[in-house]
T-cell receptor, first 117, second 115 residues
Framework: GAVVSQHPSWVICKSGTSVKIECRSL??????MFWYRQFPKQSLMLMAT?????????EQGVEKDKFLINHASLTLSTLTVTSAHPEDSSFYIC?????????????FGSGTRLTVV | AQTVTQSQPEMSVQEAETVTLSCTYD???????LFWYKQPPSRQMILVIR??????QNATENRFSVNFQKAAKSFSLKISDSQLGDAAMYFC????????????FGTGTSLTVIP
């Protein structure tokens, strides 16, 4: 089945530094990838949608200059949290799909726990 | 935007018994998909079951089945013969068949299985 690898699984960084999270589709070409944020005991909130070769579409309230998303290839999307602060500490999950039509499934990565100290 | 509501923050069930998790949603669309995802302590999102809105027949996957009531916009999940491994957070999700294609998730139900 479709597999999405997300790396790192956890990261601790100092306030003010930047952190990059990678999301890779291992056995399929992901034309579209989604990035979610999940606070403890809460639901997944969509941050942005990225299509390969295009600029990401951000949800309302998500700072695009803070959460940089790059989807340069059909198998890799990256989320960079720039100048991270403690309030950015959260669980980040990516999801990837070959297409957005009816017959395409969506596969989730295993998530990245970010702690900013 | 579509909204998905899970009114049960926590549920518990005895091992081998049956439990039903509730989900309602709000949409003006006629063509969409509904999902139940399981998130165990590992935080990996695992697809449990999927229902196409145009299908009247309720989806089933082994011990998991749904009760899809389109008119009532209700989509409950029934877990039969509950096992310890079923303990997890369960999220109901909606996805349009047309625009956006993003998921809208409910707030989740934490399921505890009692041995």
């Amino acid at each position: 089945g479709a597999v999405v690898s997300q790396h790192p699984s956890w990261v601790i960084c100092k306030s003010g530094t930047s952190v990059k999270i990678e999301c890779r589709s291992l056995d399929f070409q992901a034309t579209t990838m989604f990035w979610y944020r999940q606070f403890p005991k809460q639901s997944l909130m969509l941050m942005a949608t990225s299509n390969e070769g295009s600029k990401a579409t951000y949800e309302q309230g998500v700072e695009k200059d803070k959460f940089l998303i790059n989807h340069a290839s059909l198998t890799l999307s990256t989320l960079t949290v720039t100048s991270a602060h403690p309030e950015d500490s959260s669980f980040y999950i990516c999801s990837a799909t070959q297409g957005t039509g009816a017959n395409y499934g969506y596969t989730f990565g295993s998530g990245t726990r970010l702690t900013v100290v | 935007a579509q909204t998905v509501t899970q009114s049960q923050p926590e549920m518990s069930v005895q091992e081998a018994e049956t439990v039903t998790l509730s989900c309602t949603y709000d949409t003006s669309e006629s063509d969409y998909y509904l999902f139940w995802y399981k998130q165990p302590p590992s935080r990996q999102m695992i697809l449990v079951i999927r229902q196409e809105a145009y299908k009247q027949q309720n989806a089933t996957e082994n011990r998991f089945s749904v009760n899809f009531q389109k008119a009532a916009k209700s989509f409950s999940l029934k877990i039969s013969d509950s096992q310890l491994g079923d303990a997890a957070m369960y999220f109901c999700a909606y996805r349009s068949a047309n625009t956006g294609n993003q998921f809208y998730f409910g707030t989740g139900t934490s399921l505890t299985v009692i041995p």
